[in-house]
């Protein structure tokens, strides 16, 4: 079962496992609304790693992370936007600690279940989001976030980000992966299309749709404006990979007070 917590109490929320029904002011975006693909869709969540397996490795993803972070087996972990498990399951093997966090209670139990059947004791699973999820225990480690900022427009990805560096201990590591628009706006027509036919050479007729889907309803940012908004959020930029004009990550340490 997905562990029930808290919601932001800073929001006046509670009863995670309730989290629909939450109380929030009518004023707070809500993340659970769709953006683009459902992922609360429980056939999307069942169909959803064997999906993406066949165009990614999520152990070498993962992989990659931890020895990005920096992490070991006194570390706490925290995998926000967690979906069905890729990072956080790794992790769980390599950390103390690992807390799952995922607007989505498909994705959550296809996570859960998973954990199970590796008998993995040391992940707790909570739902919430980048707006909701209030994180009692100890500061984090390192906090990883893959393909999931991209739901909130740039105001709220500014206050997710802020939130986050409020989770870590000083000197605490983010890695951030996402759809990020790194190339000329003047070629814009030429790339998103070159994009969507790239996308659906590697994941067929759905993978066309989906990212059609992302690009017209979903929150991808500039370069330029994620480097500003981590960098207002209190983070340094260590090293900022982009790839093919649409994939960034970054690797961030908290900045000191």
Not at 103 to 109: G, I, T
Not at 165 to 185: E, H, K, T, Y
Request: net charge negative; charged share 30%; hydrophobic share 35%.
């Amino acid at each position: 079962m997905v562990r029930g917590t808290e919601m932001d109490t800073e929001y006046g929320m509670h009863d995670a496992d309730n989290f629909e029904a939450a109380r929030r002011p009518a004023w707070l975006y809500d993340e659970t609304r769709p953006c683009g693909v459902d992922y609360n869709n429980t056939t999307l969540a069942r169909h959803y790693d064997s999906h993406h397996r066949s165009f990614r490795d999520y152990r070498k993803e993962a992989d990659d992370i931890v020895a990005r972070l920096g992490v070991d087996s006194s570390s706490t972990v925290i995998d926000m936007g967690c979906g069905t498990g890729a990072f956080a399951l790794c992790a769980a093997g390599r950390c103390r600690t690992v807390h799952a966090v995922d607007v989505s209670a498909a994705m959550l139990r296809r996570a859960q279940r998973k954990a199970d059947k590796m008998g993995l004791k040391n992940i707790e699973f909570h739902r919430g989001g980048f707006l909701t999820y209030d994180h009692k225990a100890e500061p984090a480690d390192a906090i990883s976030t893959v393909a999931a900022l991209h739901h909130l427009p740039d105001f709220w990805k500014l206050v997710a980000l802020r939130r986050l560096a409020s989770m870590l201990r000083p000197n605490g590591r983010l890695f951030l992966f996402d759809v990020v628009f790194s190339f000329d706006i003047r070629e814009h027509k030429r790339r998103i299309e070159q994009f969507i036919a790239k996308t659906r050479e590697q994941m067929g007729p759905n993978g066309q749709s989906e990212s059609e889907a992302h690009v017209r309803e979903e929150y991808s940012t500039c370069d330029w404006i994620m480097e500003g908004l981590l960098e207002k959020a209190g983070f340094h930029i260590q090293a900022a990979d982009y790839h093919d004009g649409f994939l960034a990550s970054y690797l961030c340490t908290k900045a000191e007070q």
